[in-house]
């Protein structure tokens, strides 16, 4: 896999997709973020993600702890440094984030645009086959397309984190009775043409142990940017001394 030149990262500041969900929350995604200190985080049915600073200090745990609630189960992004004493690790995977900047983007004549009606079917089609979560707002992040046989909804996929200058594309999955039939690829290659036409890069993050599909996205296109790690931690409770709830 080959990676991204050094000569391409920024040396006075961490690239946006090093903390995405960050950047996100603190650029397109501003109008949903819900803050506490330096924490922000979606709400609850559009996407589980909280952000933290790159390298939290005890208040920004104390905040994302009063933000989420005693007990919660937090997944994060972008922070290499433990939790606190008191905090448990409920989860931690290997990951890789992959960027699109080589990807042959093409529209697709039987992608539609999917709609909040559609949720429902995207909900059904996500518990079926488990590609991440998906949550009844989670259209809100971005497009999402989906190509439907007889009328039901076999395959979608579409926009989630949004630093600046890229978009992650997400929520990738076939129905298993139409899986071997390019849908995926037709998908993805679509949906990164939107994403091309607002002058950004498309990028993604894959479970490291998801060879099929990290196969699939690098013969697209896509190369290896950087391992990232998939980590879920329990908010203590009671809640952490100075850190009262909302």
Partial sequence: ????????????????????????????????????GNVLRYP????????????????????????A???????????????PRGWEVVRRGAGVQL????????LDDEAVRLQPSDVPEML???????????????IELGTYLGIRRNGVLVAMAGERLHPP????VSAVCTDSAFQGQGLATRLVRAVAAGIRERGETPFLH??????????????????????AT?????????????????
């Fill in 1 to 36: 896999m080959s990676r991204i030149p050094a000569s391409r990262q920024d040396p006075d500041r961490r690239h946006p997709l090093d903390n995405p969900a960050r950047w996100s929350l603190t650029g397109a995604h501003a109008h949903l973020a819900e803050r506490r």
């Fill in 44 to 67: 609850v049915d559009v996407s589980p993600f909280v952000a933290l600073p790159e390298q939290p200090d005890t208040a920004d745990w104390n905040d994302m702890a009063a933000l």
């Fill in 69 to 83: 609630g005693p007990g919660a189960l937090v997944p994060l992004a972008g922070v290499s440094v433990p939790p």
């Fill in 99 to 106: 960027v699109g900047d080589g990807l042959a983007a093409a």
């Fill in 124 to 138: 059904a089609l996500v518990a079926a086959t488990k590609p991440g979560p998906f949550l009844p707002r989670t």
């Fill in 165 to 168: 200058g890229w978009t992650e």
């Fill in 206 to 227: 894959a479970a490291a142990d998801n060879t099929n599909a990290i196969r699939l996205y690098l013969s697209l296109g896509f190369r290896f940017r950087r391992e």
């Fill in 230 to 246: 998939f980590l879920a931690v329990r908010v203590p409770d009671p809640l952490p001394e100075n850190a009262p709830a909302t």
